[in-house]
């Protein structure tokens, strides 16, 4: 199979684990959002697919979970927040030059932490701009909570991942 559709094949997959994992691990919180475990998949993808097909699977799977569970308003908003937190782990871990900076948890969870943290203000800005600041200001709790599942549980599991050598295989390196 030709490299570039293998690597489109798998940000589908990724695409409907990202969504598989917001649908149905999700608990409504006070506010506007919902918690959920998409986030894990949404930092893995930026680590194992790239800053391209990571961004398209985070951005098309998350957004399609707002779809699904009647959130249609943050679609737009979640696309974009979801593709940057692909985009800044991929940064955060690679370098923009491609090449990782290191190997190490620290650097998994450094990564993990700076997407999560972009989330947050995302969502903020977001419904800042949509519902005011009241509203904003009490879903950055709920925001930051799934921030915080989302960077320990992906810094596990990517960590688990990069010791099996999973990552090379699934991108045939």
């Known amino acids: 199979m030709d490299?570039?559709?293998?690597?489109?094949?798998?940000?589908?997959?990724?695409?409907?684990l990202i969504y598989v994992a917001t649908m149905f691990f999700t608990i409504p919180l006070p506010g506007n959002g919902y918690a959920n475990l998409g986030?894990?998949?949404?930092?893995?993808?930026?680590?194992?697919?790239?800053?391209?097909?990571?961004?398209?699977a985070a951005g098309i799977g998350s957004a399609l979970s707002d779809l699904t569970l009647g959130y249609g308003i943050y679609i737009p908003a979640t696309f974009i927040i979801k593709a940057v937190m692909a985009l800044i782990v991929y940064y955060a871990f690679k370098g923009f030059d491609g090449k990782m900076i290191k190997n190490?948890?620290?650097?998994?969870?450094?990564?993990?932490?700076?997407?999560?943290?972009?989330?947050?203000?995302?969502?903020?800005?977001?419904?800042?701009?949509?519902?005011?600041?009241?509203?904003?200001?009490?879903?950055?709790?709920?925001n930051a909570?799934?921030?915080?599942?989302?960077?320990?549980?992906?810094?596990?599991?990517?960590?688990?991942?990069?010791?099996?050598?999973?990552?090379?295989?699934?991108m045939r390196q």
Do not use: H
Not at 3 to 16: C, G, R, S
Not at 39 to 56: N, Q, S
Not at 145 to 170: D, E, M, R
């Open 3 to 16: 490299n570039k559709v293998y690597k489109i094949a798998l940000a589908a997959v990724m695409a409907a």
């Open 145 to 170: 909570v799934q921030g915080l599942v989302g960077a320990v549980i992906s810094s596990a599991v990517y960590s688990v991942i990069l010791k099996t050598g999973l990552t090379k295989k699934l």
């Open 39 to 56: 986030d894990c998949f949404v930092i893995i993808a930026g680590f194992v697919l790239g800053p391209v097909y990571g961004a398209c």
């Open 104 to 142: 190490s948890i620290i650097t998994v969870c450094v990564a993990s932490v700076l997407a999560e943290v972009w989330m947050v203000f995302g969502y903020f800005i977001f419904e800042l701009a949509i519902y005011g600041a009241e509203v904003a200001a009490v879903d950055i709790l709920g």
